[in-house]
């Protein structure tokens, strides 16, 4: 059963931090590229940032610089800390899991920021 389980969502002042993580299972992760999505109300899920199976990492434009995505294969875990967090970091984030054809979402973790 495929299984992927995010934590670390939680409510922080603008300039603040946070660390998602996820933790994933059923799956051959060292395959799969993982990636962190995010969505706001009334929009789809945007691509924050990815890692390949070769670590290869890439970021959206508004987080270049301030996030950062790692990927602990003897874990199966892939997080992406969160630095300098303004208001509109605000949304549910989402950890996905991708190797074609195969696509594997977690249930999503609240990320608030606001003063």
């Known amino acids: 059963q495929v299984q992927l389980v995010e934590s670390g969502g939680d409510w922080v002042q603008p300039g603040g931090s946070l660390r998602l993580s996820c933790l994933a299972s059923?799956?051959?992760?060292?395959?799969?590229?993982m990636c962190w999505y995010r969505q706001t109300p009334g929009n789809p899920p945007a691509l924050v940032a990815t890692?390949?199976?070769?670590?290869?990492?890439t970021y959206a434009d508004s987080v270049r610089g301030r996030f950062t995505i790692a990927r602990d294969t003897a874990k199966n875990a892939v997080y992406l800390q969160m630095n300098n967090l303004t208001p509109e970091d605000t949304a549910v984030y989402y950890c996905n899991g991708f190797r074609s054809p195969n696509t594997y979402w977690g249930q999503g973790t609240q990320v608030t920021v606001s003063s």
């Open positions: 059923g799956f051959d992760f060292a395959l799969y590229t």
């Open positions: 890692s390949t199976s070769y670590k290869t990492t």
